[in-house]
Structures are given as structure tokens and as C-alpha cells.
């Protein structure tokens, strides 16, 4: 298994619970709003990470990541949105919320690390 398939692995399942989750939450306007909204941040996060790590550049890598980190984060304001709508099953939300936050620490910290590898890199270059 390469480096990263875990996570990759946990994105996707993320990404699959909350379009599960979405397709039992109620017809109404304001619902379908909020799990539309939060079924393409979620699902946006897995393809993203597999881009991430696709070889191109550190510079890339660092902004890809950052992309990822953009939609957990998202995904985060609305599941927190729809838990103090009222909107879901509470436990369930709980759950993905855990989880969405977990990812993304996970994410930040990767960001961090490979952040300072590029700022070694250009120190070691003479850039800086």
C-alpha cells in the first residue's frame, strides 16, 4: 500500500457517508440546499487528494492540499449547519463531524510538514 492510501481510503468513505446521509434528510427546501451544498464539498475532497499526490511539484502538492483543506473545512460549516438546523439524524451528524474535523487536522498537518520541506528547499536553493 503507497503512502497516503489511508487517507485517501478515509476521504472517500467520508465522501460516501455524507451522500448517504444526504439522500435520507427531508425534501424541503432548506434541506436539499444544505446537503446539495454539502454533498460537493465532501465528495470534491477524495478526488482531490488523489490529485494532490499525482507527482507533480511540492509547490503543487502544498497547493493541492490547500484545496482539500478548503472543502473539509467547508463541508464542516455545513454539517454544523444542518446539526443546529435541526436537519438529520443527530448522531449521525455527530459522526461526520468527527470525522470531517479529524481530516482535516490530518490535512493541515501535511499542508505544515510539506510547507516547510518547500521553505528547506528554496533555503538550500538560495531563494530565500
Known amino acids: 500500500m503507497a503512502k497516503g492510501d489511508d ?6 468513505r467520508f465522501g460516501v457517508g455524507v451522500v448517504g446521509f444526504a439522500g435520507t434528510q427531508p425534501k424541503t427546501t432548506a434541506a436539499r440546499h444544505m446537503t446539495d451544498q454539502l454533498v460537493r464539498s ?19 502538492f502544498v497547493h493541492k492540499l490547500g484545496i482539500v483543506r478548503k472543502e473539509l473545512n467547508e463541508s464542516y460549516v455545513w454539517l454544523r449547519r444542518l446539526d443546529q438546523a435541526g436537519i438529520g439524524n443527530k448522531e449521525r451528524l455527530a459522526a461526520l463531524l468527527k470525522e470531517c ?6 490535512i493541515s498537518a501535511s499542508k505544515k510538514t510539506a510547507e516547510g520541506r518547500l521553505s528547506h528547499d528554496r533555503v538550500g536553493q538560495g531563494e530565500l
Open 42 to 60: 465532501a465528495t470534491a475532497c477524495a478526488p482531490s487528494y488523489a490529485e494532490a499526490r499525482s507527482g507533480g511539484s511540492l509547490r503543487d
Open 7 to 12: 487517507l485517501l481510503d478515509r476521504l472517500i
Open 101 to 106: 474535523d479529524e481530516l482535516c487536522r490530518i
